[in-house]
Nanobody
Framework: QVQLVESGGGLVQPGGSLKLSCAAS????????LGWYRQPPGKGREFVAG???????NYADSVKGRFTISKDIDKRIFYLYMFNLKPEDTARYYC???????????WGQGTQVTIPS
């Protein structure tokens, strides 16, 4: 069983920055993929950023150029760096890891990010 714990959320003014962290209970160096998702108030969960096992990244169009996903293989942690935050970035952010055989998807409990308008 993989446990994921997010941290780093909070309330930030528009234009500000945050760094979200996701600490995993197991090695993530060989994970099939890592990702960040978010769920805005009253909406469904949506993809934000992903990092494949071959270190390829992809981002939702709404965050391209503002968000960066990266991982620290030594510390079993991966991050979401968020810059130039906007009110529409307000959401609960969840980290996701796909790992193992058979491939299994794990989720954290989420961390709240609030950007007031």
């Amino acid at each position: 069983q993989v446990q994921l714990v997010e941290s780093g959320g909070g309330l930030v003014q528009p234009g500000g920055s945050l760094k979200l962290s996701c600490a995993a209970s197991v090695e993530i160096f060989n994970a099939h993929s890592l990702g960040w998702y978010r769920q805005p108030p009253g909406k469904g969960r949506e993809f934000v950023a992903g990092l494949s096992g071959s270190f390829e990244t992809n981002y939702a169009d709404s965050v391209k150029g503002r968000f960066t996903i990266s991982k620290d293989i030594d510390k079993r942690i991966f991050y979401l760096y968020m810059f130039n935050l906007k009110p529409e970035d307000t959401a609960r952010y969840y980290c996701n890891v796909n790992v193992g055989a058979p491939l299994t998807s794990y989720w954290g409990q989420g961390t709240q990010v609030t950007i007031p308008s």
